[in-house]
C-alpha cells in the first residue's frame, strides 16, 4: 500500500514559519559569557602542560625548545575557537613532530603526539589504539597533575574499546583508573569548571552503553560533582543527559503496551529531572545542545507541541545550522509520535527552502525518508519500493541541490547523493554524482565489491536512457 503523504506533490515547501522566537539578542549574549576569564583558563593550561614539562620533563637540547613551543601551541588550542585555534593546532603538530623525529620520548610529549594525530579515540583503529595505550602507559607513573593523567587514560580506554565488540578486562581496568583519578579532580577547586566538566562528561560517555557502570559512576560521583560545580552550566547538562538516558531506560524499547507501571514510573521521574536539570543549566548559559536534549525530554512528555517549537527556536536562535535541532523536531514529527507524514515533509522541505538555516539542515529530509521507508516497509527486501514512489526523489534531489550550491567543496557528500539516486533509479543524476566521487569510501556503500556492481548498473542505465534520447531525436 503506498502511504497516503507520498501521492502528494513532492514540493510542498512550507512558507508560514514559527512564531517569532522571544529576546534573542538576550539568549545570545548569554551564550557568549565565559563562567571561567579566558585569561585563567590560558593560565592553567600553560601551567598544567609547558611548566609542567619544565618541572618533570626529560630535556634534551635537541628537542627542548621544539617541545616547550609544541606544548605552549597545544595549551592554547584548548581555549581558543576559530581561525586562531587552526593556526595553532597545525604549528604544535609541527613542533611536537619535530621534537618526536629528534628522539623525544618525554611522556607529555608522546601523549600531545598521540592527542594532535588522533583526537577522537573513539573512532581508532588498531595503529591510533596502540599509540594511546603506549601514551597512557607513560603518562600513569608520572608526576604531571591528576587531570593529564586522567585524559590519557581515558583516551586509551576510548581507542581500546573501538576496536573491539567486547568489553575485556584491559578496557575496564583503564575505565576504573580513569574513574578513581576523576574523584580528586572534581574535589580541586583550583580547576577551571570547564576543564572539570569536560572531564567528567568524557568518563560517562566513555560508559554510555554500559548500564552497571554508568550508574556506579554517576552515583558515586553525583554528590561531590554537584557540590563542588553546582555554579556551572554543564554541570546540570550533564545531570540532565543522563537523566534522560536513565528515562528511557526505564521504559525499555518495546511498544508502550509491553511497558510495566515501574517502567512508566520510572521514566516520568527521571524525566521530571531532567527537566529540572536542563532548564537549570539554560538559565545559567543557553546552550545549542541543552535546547535540543530539552525537545527530546518534551518527546516523552508530550505536553504539546508549542512546547517543542519553543526548544527548537532557542536552539536555532544560537545556532541557525543546528542539524541535532532540526533532526530531534523531526523526529518529533513521525507518525509515531506526535505528528503525521504530511507535517514530516512540510518540516523537510521548510529546512530545504530556509535562507536562514544551513550546514546540513536541508540534508534532514533525507533521514526523515530514511525512517518513513522503515515505517512503512518494515521487511527489507521490500523497502525498495518506497524509494521508487513519484514523491520521494524531488525533496532528495533538492536537498542536496541546495547543499552543494551552500558547500561546492564538500566532495565526501557526492557519496551520499549517488547512493539515493540509485535507490531512487534517477540513472542520469546518479551517473552524474559517480563522476564526481573522487577517491571511493568503500565502507560507505558495503565494500568496494558493492560498489562496483552499483557503479556498473548506473553506468549501463544511464548509457540505456542516452541512446532511447538520441532515438527521440532522430524520431
Known amino acids: 500500500m503506498i502511504p497516503r503523504f507520498l501521492a502528494l506533490s513532492g514540493l510542498m515547501l512550507f512558507l508560514g514559519g514559527c512564531a517569532k522566537p522571544d529576546n534573542p539578542a538576550e539568549i545570545r549574549a548569554a551564550a557568549k559569557k565565559p563562567l571561567t576569564p579566558q585569561s585563567r583558563r590560558l593560565a592553567f593550561s600553560l601551567d598544567d602542560f609547558v611548566e609542567s614539562y619544565r618541572k618533570f620533563g626529560v630535556h634534551s ?114 575505565r576504573s583508573e580513569a574513574f578513581a583519578l576523576i574523584q580528586d579532580i572534581v574535589t580541586d577547586k583550583s580547576i577551571p569548571v570547564e576543564e572539570v566538566t569536560q572531564a567528567v562528561s568524557s568518563l560517562f560517555e566513555t560508559v554510555r552503553r554500559n548500564d552497571y557502570y554508568l550508574h556506579q559512576y554517576y552515583d558515586a560521583l553525583e554528590t561531590s560533582f554537584f557540590k563542588n560545580w553546582s555554579q556551572s552550566a554543564a554541570t546540570w547538562f550533564i545531570k540532565g543527559d543522563l537523566e534522560i538516558e536513565f528515562a528511557w531506560k526505564s521504559r525499555g524499547t518495546g511498544w508502550g503496551n509491553a511497558v510495566t507501571k515501574d517502567g512508566w514510573k520510572g521514566m516520568k521521574d527521571h524525566l521530571a529531572m531532567a527537566e529540572k536539570a536542563l532548564e537549570k543549566s539554560w538559565r545559567i548559559k543557553p546552550d545549542e545542545k541543552t535546547a535540543v536534549r530539552l525537545i527530546t525530554v518534551e518527546l516523552g512528555q508530550g505536553r504539546g507541541r508549542e512546547r517543542m517549537e519553543k526548544y527548537f527556536r532557542r536552539a536555532m536562535i544560537l545556532n541557525s545550522n543546528s542539524f541535532d535541532a532540526c533532526s530531534a523536531k523531526m523526529n518529533y514529527l513521525y507518525p509515531k509520535w506526535y505528528g503525521s507524514t504530511e507535517e514530516v515533509m512540510r518540516f523537510g522541505w521548510e529546512c530545504i527552502g530556509s535562507t536562514n538555516w544551513g550546514g546540513t539542515v536541508p540534508l534532514v529530509i533525507v533521514d526523515a525518508h530514511d525512517e518513513l521507508a522503515r515505517e512503512f516497509y518494515p521487511k527489507a527486501e521490500e523497502r525498495d519500493q518506497y524509494w521508487l514512489a513519484a514523491a520521494v526523489w524531488p525533496g532528495l534531489d533538492a536537498a542536496y541541490t541546495k547543499f552543494f550550491k551552500l558547500y561546492p567543496e564538500a566532495h565526501g557528500w557526492h557519496h551520499n547523493y549517488f547512493y539515493y539516486a540509485l535507490k531512487c533509479e534517477e540513472w542520469k543524476t546518479a551517473n552524474e554524482q559517480l563522476a564526481l566521487l573522487g577517491p571511493v569510501n568503500y565502507s560507505y556503500f558495503g565494500g568496494k565489491e558493492k560498489f562496483e556492481a552499483m557503479a556498473a548498473e548506473t553506468r549501463k542505465h544511464a548509457a540505456q536512457t542516452e541512446a532511447e534520447a538520441m532515438h527521440q531525436i532522430a524520431r
Open 61 to 174: 637540547e635537541k628537542w627542548d625548545s621544539s617541545a616547550t613551543n609544541g606544548l605552549a601551541c597545544l595549551a592554547r588550542v584548548r581555549v581558543t575557537t576559530g581561525i586562531e585555534e587552526s593556526t595553532l593546532r597545525s604549528t604544535a603538530y609541527n613542533e611536537v613532530q619535530r621534537a618526536i623525529e629528534a628522539g623525544c620520548n618525554d611522556p607529555l610529549v608522546v601523549y600531545a603526539w598521540a592527542w594532535l594525530r588522533y583526537p577522537d579515540a573513539m573512532r581508532a583503529d588498531e595503529t591510533s589504539k596502540n599509540e594511546w595505550v603506549r601514551a597512557a602507559d607513560m603518562m600513569r607513573t608520572t608526576p604531571h597533575s591528576p587531570l593529564r593523567r586522567y585524559w590519557a587514560i581515558i583516551k586509551a580506554a576510548q581507542a581500546s574499546k573501538a576496536v573491539t565488540k567486547e568489553t575485556p578486562p584491559e578496557v575496564q581496568n583503564l
